[in-house]
């Protein structure tokens, strides 16, 4: 018994050394079900993952199409209400609409090299779209729920054949749509670049450099007056807070006669922000001025 | 990865490779047919769940032995304080056919090792199995274990030497008695 393998070999001989036969073919049998389930299983999983991804895109799609119908406006609605005490907040609808008829105006600091003309300061994705999809979420940061227009007016224009000066009448169809869909539009505004030098584009206010704003309002238009009032209120209150940061309310007839589509809304304004030299970074800071701004007028006039 | 149309063929393989050995280690370790079979069962079951996770990083026997030597020690856990093993064991025992005297002798020396490999700790007895029985190398002992290879050395002698005192303890009072 001193030896380890003579304990070894008794050890081995002391138990059944083979397991049943039929064990043996049922632990099989087991194995192969159990494989086949689970490979069951796994093409389950992803079959079910695959379906609930197609349901996910053709619900997104449907909603695309029923919502935006033709007009391509993808409209982000900022309903982040709150039971917080300001007008807006109590409101889930969207009170501000915003929109570019010129939407590919755009900004030479931020273009490639080769585009740095001044008459070539427009850009498909670089452009004046982004100033004002900033405003709309600022303005949702601080509980204002907008619409924000993006549509590609320039591209609509080349599609349909169209000039430059046509673009109102392209921006105005979406404009139209949604003032019908949504009466709690309070304000409209369609944002441009304005074509001024940097030295009157731009302010410094402590130490930061910010584009400035022009309130544009078409005298042709039979809301001119309900309209002048609204843009000198913005310009009044930004005057308060920021003096020198609206440059003021300009009164245009256009050339031919233009209305700016704002006898649609009594509170329509055309705002020229910046210069084709300012950086996006200045447009932003000025939006985030503008759109507290907005929030001001807006609880004021509850 | 192994591919999941394979999975069934793969495992059928693994299964009719390893099961002896794995059957082998557990019978031993457990001291019990039906319990070996039982857990014989739940080892490969356990492969079949990790196998498509296998990386290869690892020798598949030793992998399968680390999962059986788990599954071994769950089981010594939940029987701990339950006297099925000793039953188990004669239960066996009786059924076989010998010649009356010859069987005594047997089964008393049967019974001996059976009761000191049952009183070892269980790595001890895991580290005796896997060296002695299932003839495994010091590496291989080491990476079923996840230990260095001088704790299996030094728990196989240390085993080993329980185990002789043990039995040679017990042999002599089976002598002592016989007088």
Not at chain 1, 97 to 126: C, G, V
Not at chain 1, 131 to 154: C, F, M, N, Y
Not at chain 2, 29 to 56: C, H, M, P, Y
């Amino acid at each position: 018994m001193q030896n380890e393998k003579d304990l070894f070999d008794m050890l081995k001989e002391m138990y059944p050394q083979h397991p049943r036969k039929e064990f043996v073919s049922a632990t099989e049998n087991t194995l192969r079900q159990r494989a086949r389930s689970m490979r069951k299983k796994r093409i389950l999983t992803k079959f079910s993952v695959i379906s609930s991804s197609v349901l996910v895109c053709a619900f997104i799609f449907s909603w695309l199409i029923f919502f935006n119908g033709n007009g391509k406006v993808s409209e982000i609605i900022h309903s982040f209400g709150g039971a917080s005490s300001s007008y807006a907040m109590d409101e889930k609808e969207p009170v501000v609409y915003i929109y570019h008829s010129h939407n590919i105006e755009s900004f030479i600091p931020e273009l490639p090299a080769q585009q740095m003309y001044r008459e070539r300061a427009y850009s498909d994705t670089k452009n004046i779209t982004l100033v004002g999809k900033e405003l709309s979420r600022e303005l949702e940061e601080i509980q204002v729920p907008s619409i924000h227009d993006e549509t590609d007016t320039a591209g609509i224009l080349k599609q349909k054949g169209l000039h430059f000066p046509d673009s109102y009448k392209v921006s105005r169809e979406n404009l139209q749509k949604v003032l019908a869909e949504n009466d709690s539009i309070r304000m409209v505004f369609d944002i441009h670049r304005d074509s001024n030098k940097r030295r009157d584009s731009t302010i410094e206010i402590k130490g930061k450099e910010y584009a400035r704003i022009r309130f544009v309002v078409s005298k042709t238009n039979g809301n001119f007056e309900t309209n002048k009032t609204f843009a000198t209120q913005l310009h009044e209150q930004l005057e308060e807070l920021y003096p020198g940061l609206s440059i003021g309310v300009i009164e245009k007839e256009g050339n031919p006669p233009n209305t700016y589509n704002q006898e649609l809304h009594d509170n329509s304004v055309l705002l020229e922000m910046g210069g084709i030299e300012n950086t996006l970074e200045e447009m932003y800071r000025t939006t985030d001025i503008f759109a507290q701004v907005l929030k001001d007028i807006l609880e004021k006039s509850k | 990865m192994i591919d999941s149309n394979n999975l069934e063929s793969r495992i059928v393989e693994i299964y009719n490779l390893y099961y002896l050995d794995v059957y082998r280690f557990l019978v031993c370790f457990t001291g019990n047919q039906n319990d070996a079979e039982d857990l014989t069962q739940e080892v490969f079951i356990r492969v079949l769940k990790g196998v498509s996770n296998f990386d290869g990083k690892y020798n598949l026997k030793t992998w399968i032995f680390s999962i059986a030597k788990h599954v071994a020690i769950d089981h010594y856990r939940k029987k701990r304080f339950t006297s099925l093993f000793k039953d188990g064991f004669f239960n066996q025992l009786s059924s076989n056919e010998k010649k009356p005297d010859e069987e005594f002798e047997v089964t008393e020396l049967k019974l001996l090792i059976h009761d000191a490999i049952a009183k070892l700790k269980p790595n001890y007895r895991a580290v005796v199995i896997l060296r002695g029985i299932n003839e495994f190398s010091i590496i291989e002992t080491s990476e079923i274990l996840q230990c260095s290879e001088v704790k299996v050395k030094v728990d196989y002698h240390r085993a080993l030497k329980e185990l002789k005192r043990k039995l040679n303890i017990e042999i002599e009072g089976v002598l002592t008695n016989a007088k």
